[in-house]
């Protein structure tokens, strides 16, 4: 599975940006989609996790309400819309996908449950 990410740039506060992930091999709805990302200086940590299987998801705290997660299957492609966009938003946004056995397990967050990665893309949010 090959993931393409794109979408990332430089907004304001306040904006919204959409994230597209592009999977060729296989379908998304066959695995567990993640984004996550990874500011200056921190670890890379789980922003969305969804199992479209079952229609479950888990967002981070900090973007309830805020960033969803949807995917297009004529053109299987995951979006990630942001909404509200704030400073600390600013980071690298990647693309991962993983089996749904993850999900039965709760080891939805752990990155290294994710074999297959898109390259990153970066969001940066000024205020």
């Known amino acids: 599975v090959q993931l393409q990410v794109s979408g990332g740039g430089l907004v304001q506060a306040g904006d919204s940006l959409t994230l597209s992930c592009a999977a060729s091999g296989r379908s998304f709805s066959t ?9 200056p200086g921190k670890e890379r940590g789980l922003v969305v996790a969804r199992r ?22 004529a053109k299987n492609v995951v ?22 056995g993850i ?9 290294d449950e ?8 970066q969001v940066t949010v000024s205020s």
């Open 31 to 39: 695995f567990a989609t993640a984004w996550f990302r990874q500011s």
């Open 52 to 73: 479209w299987t079952a229609s479950t998801s888990y967002y981070e705290e900090s973007v309830k309400g805020r960033f969803t997660i949807s995917k297009d299957n």
């Open 79 to 100: 979006y990630l819309q942001m909404n509200s966009l704030k400073p600390e938003d600013t980071a690298v946004y990647y693309c991962a996908v993983g089996p749904l």
């Open 114 to 121: 994710y074999p297959y990665w898109g390259q990153g893309t």
């Open 103 to 111: 999900w039965l397990r709760g080891t939805y967050d752990r990155e």
